[in-house]
């Protein structure tokens, strides 16, 4: 099954830079979408804020998605440390 297919809710998405998180700061629902690419279909994600669609982030910069799982609650932003401050700590 492909991630288009998948039909579970996506409870965050990741790139190098942020984490996006449905059900905080306003965010609905994270939906991944094909749109035609120049060779082949590449996969978007729609982020929606109050039910309004306000950005679009291209599958290719996603480095991981995380479903959400019935019953439990979205992680606060800065309860996750990300592997970069981890690593920034080990150097000291």
Do not use: C
Not at 33 to 62: K, T
Request: net charge negative; hydrophobic share 40%; charged share 20%.
């Amino acid at each position: 099954m492909n991630i288009i297919e998948d039909e579970r809710p996506i409870k965050s998405i990741h790139t190098a830079n942020e984490g996006i998180f449905a059900g905080l700061n306003g965010v609905d629902e994270i939906v991944p979408y094909p749109e035609n690419g120049q060779m082949a279909v590449v996969v978007w994600f729609a982020v929606y804020f109050d039910g309004n669609l306000v950005r679009r982030v291209n599958g290719a910069f996603v480095e991981s998605v995380v479903y959400a799982q019935q019953g439990v609650e979205p992680t606060p932003l800065g309860a996750i440390q990300s592997t970069h401050e981890i690593s920034k700590g080990m150097l000291k």
